[in-house]
């Protein structure tokens, strides 16, 4: 068995167009950071990624593209999210109002609702967000 294969997922949105996009982003080196929703690691009681973790990274066919390493991870709220992580994000935001208005429609989407279990869930401000940065280290 592959190294890899033994890795947890970091699953980027869900399987589809955007995951596609983000995963190419990945790929490419345009993607360096990403956000989650600190509820969702709760609302799953998983532990948050740590320095040094391995992640891969699949594809929307479920299928290993990347294997990445975090470099620093960051619980902040909402309102602090810097310019720097929102680019970083690699999705061709160039202000924090447009990397968060594109964040508040995907958190604010039925899909995530329902994998929240909460169908009025809404972010705002003081909503806790987790922040990490990676590097690609092998592409599969």
Not at 5 to 24: I, K, M, S, T, Y
Not at 80 to 108: I, K, P
Not at 123 to 133: G, H, I, K, L, M
Request: no cysteine; hydrophobic share 40%.
């Amino acid at each position: 068995m592959p190294a890899h294969e033994a890795l947890p997922p970091l699953e980027l949105a869900f399987p589809g167009p955007l995951r596609d996009r983000l995963v190419a982003a990945v790929l490419s080196g345009a993607k360096t950071t990403t956000s989650g929703l600190l509820a969702d690691y709760e609302r799953d009681n998983t532990p948050l990624p740590q320095a040094g973790a391995r992640f891969q990274v699949p594809d929307s066919d479920g299928r290993p593209v990347a294997v990445i390493e975090v470099t620093e991870v960051r619980v902040l709220r909402l309102a602090d999210v810097d310019l720097r992580h929102a680019v970083d994000e690699g999705e061709g935001n160039e202000t924090v109002a447009d990397w968060r208005a594109d964040h508040e429609s995907f958190w604010h989407s039925p899909e995530m609702r329902a994998a929240l279990g909460d169908p009025e869930f809404r972010v705002d401000d003081d909503t806790q967000v987790v922040a990490e940065r990676f590097r690609v280290v092998e592409r599969l």
